[in-house]
């Protein structure tokens, strides 16, 4: 399994802006998926944005559509996220994931192999 490792969390007010980074340690085959997942207290993860890399396509959950962008730089085996204007609704713990395939579903947790630890994100109105 490839081992990731998320930061740039922390705590922001309402309409700031994080980016959060993942590091992997290795990719295997020329295709994959990454994604980031998020999730809330009591809730479920849910999908946040993915970007495979057989198309460079990406795909956004509807509710951070315009304001979340998520990114690759290959030569350092890097995901980002970009996070604008955020609201309290996107307080969550922030995870990436990864699986060396096309899913299934793009934004649907139990397609994904491998996992980073997660990093909280924090939105104060």
């Known amino acids: 399994q490839v081992q990731m490792v998320e930061s740039g969390g922390g705590s922001v007010q309402a309409g700031g802006s994080l980016r959060l980074s993942c590091v992997a340690s290795?990719?295997?085959?020329?295709?994959?998926?990454l994604a980031w997942f998020r999730q809330a207290p009591g809730k479920e993860r849910e999908g946040v944005a993915s970007?495979?890399?057989?198309?460079?396509?990406?795909t956004y959950a509807d509710s951070v559509k315009g304001r979340f962008a998520i990114s690759q730089d290959n030569a350092k085996n890097t995901l980002y996220l970009q996070m604008n204007n955020l609201t309290p609704a996107d307080t969550a713990m922030y995870y990436c994931?990864?699986?060396?395939?096309?899913?299934?579903?793009?934004?649907?947790?139990?397609?994904?192999?491998?996992w980073g630890q997660g990093v909280q994100v924090t939105v104060s109105s």
């Open positions: 970007i495979y890399t057989g198309t460079y396509g990406e």
């Open positions: 994931a990864a699986v060396a395939s096309r899913p299934l579903a793009f934004l649907e947790p139990q397609y994904y192999s491998s």
């Open positions: 290795a990719y295997t085959g020329r295709s994959r998926s």
